[in-house]
């Protein structure tokens, strides 16, 4: 159930090991860059990357995508609105559940 419940979250499966002591289960974990804290905490409904840049007040386009966006979208926290057309203008932003989770709002 575990390993489930990580797979269907995205999450790397844990670790198991046995000694005389009992088992242990390691959770693992990928950090969480402060420009992607940035922008779950700002990510409003869907917004687009325009939206996004003005409320984090960034002018510098490649940055903001580089930094943010792209890092967001790889830990599964933010996803595309239409995910086979990235470059569409009508693109937009959301959180998926693990990056609503992380803000705190499940």
Same mark, same amino acid.
């Given at each position: 159930m575990i390993q489930r419940a990580c797979t269907e979250r995205g999450l790397p499966l844990p670790q198991w090991s046995e000694d005389d002591r009992g088992v242990t289960l390691? =959770?693992?974990?990928t950090e969480v860059?402060?420009?992607v804290m940035q922008i779950i905490g700002v990510l409003d409904g869907e917004m687009s990357r325009r939206e996004l840049q003005d409320v984090l007040g960034l002018r510098n386009a490649e940055h =903001?995508?580089?930094a943010y966006l792209q890092p967001a979208i790889r830990e599964g926290l933010v996803e595309m609105t239409i995910p086979d057309k990235p470059?569409?203008?009508k693109q937009r932003y959301r959180l998926t559940w693990r990056g609503r989770a992380l803000r705190g709002g499940g």
């Open positions: 390691t =959770f693992f974990t860059t402060t420009e =903001f995508r580089k470059r569409s203008s």
